[in-house]
């Protein structure tokens, strides 16, 4: 895809705003968004991510005790400690040795989530569509209830009624 702005490079920024319902989508080269002043975030690598969600988690003592810490796998030699510094496991037998320990920094670095919620097909038919959004926003209103937001959860009861009539 071109860029909208320069037709010359290939777009790599896909820009979308949604403005009174009306949806507009701009994709431009990187120069361009330099040229107009749009901040582009690199991505950070997942080895510098997973670093630094387990350097903010409690210590391994606290979280395994300190029989699991010294635990070794016997194929590669990878240990807790090592995978802490990494990100990255030794061989596929590490989440068999690890797998107490895994669970719970796999919690951790989704913010607590343990189940996949993808997208909802296109075809799926509309009164499931409407279950499966009303299922959201009673999950976003609990989680607005518990972090006290009750503006936020008003709105979502609102919402909730709504799509329930």
Do not use: W
């Amino acid at each position: 895809m071109q860029c909208q702005i320069c037709n010359k490079n290939d777009a790599t920024i896909h820009l979308t705003e949604i403005t009174d319902g009306v949806r507009s989508e701009m994709h431009i080269c990187e120069h361009c968004a330099q040229e107009q002043g749009i901040m582009v975030k690199s991505q950070i690598p997942i080895n510098e991510l997973l670093s630094s969600l387990l350097a903010v988690q409690p210590t391994d003592d606290e979280l395994f005790g300190p029989s699991e810490k010294e635990v070794s796998c016997p194929y590669c030699g990878f240990t807790l400690e090592q995978f802490r510094k990494e990100a990255v496991l030794g061989c596929p037998y590490d989440y068999e040795i690890f797998e107490k320990s895994l669970p719970l920094l796999i919690e951790k670095a989704h913010n607590g989530k343990t189940t996949h919620c993808g997208k909802v097909p296109s075809k799926t038919p509309k009164d499931s569509r409407k279950q499966i959004e009303l299922l959201n926003l009673r999950q976003q209103l609990d989680t607005a209830v518990k972090s006290e937001d009750y503006e936020l959860a008003a709105k979502l009861r609102d919402k909730i009624k709504k799509c329930e009539t």
